[in-house]
């Protein structure tokens, strides 16, 4: 029940940011399987006037709201890389996502903390270096819980993600 009031508040508040797709440029994130999905641009949000500290930090390309029944209710922040993914750069846009996610949920008057968060990196093409150093330095400190970035290739799916990630 607390979860449809989440979409429902996300849908009406932030109405000018949604999309129908997590993609740019040439790289995209599936969502099949999803059985109830909001999805948020990053760069509209950044432009919204109630978000106006955000507007000269960078931020990730999509934010996820979904549910699903293997997955339970989730929250995606993700960046998408057509192409040199830079670590310290995606970790910036993460924690940014992040702090943004935990607003909007302040809004509809839940704490972040409820939640799971699966903070997702696409790259059209990953390099070795580049990989390894997102899983040593790809972690992610916020009101004292890690989270991991989780580095994939363009073109997986949102939920095959979370479910092998999980195991």
Not at 30 to 58: A, I, P
Request: net charge positive; proline share 1%; aromatic share 10%.
């Amino acid at each position: 029940m607390i979860w449809m009031c989440i979409l429902d508040y996300v849908r009406k508040e932030f109405n000018d940011a949604l999309k129908r797709r997590c993609y740019e440029r040439s790289c995209k994130l599936k969502l099949d399987g999803l059985s109830n999905c909001v999805v948020l641009d990053g760069e509209r949000l950044r432009r919204d006037k109630r978000l106006r500290s955000y507007v000269n930090k960078k931020i990730c390309d999509c934010i996820i709201f979904a549910e699903g029944d293997d997955i339970g209710n989730v929250i995606g922040i993700i960046e998408l890389k057509s192409k040199v993914v830079h670590c310290g750069d995606v970790v910036k846009k993460f924690v940014n996502g992040t702090e943004l996610v935990s607003k909007i949920l302040k809004g509809a008057g839940v704490s972040i903390a409820r939640f799971q968060l699966y903070h997702i990196v696409l790259a059209k093409s990953w390099n070795g270096s580049e990989f390894r150093m997102m899983g040593f330095k790809g972690k992610i400190m916020f009101e004292g819980r890690k989270y991991h970035v989780i580095p994939k290739s363009c073109g997986e799916s949102f939920l095959n993600v979370i479910e092998n990630f999980k195991a």
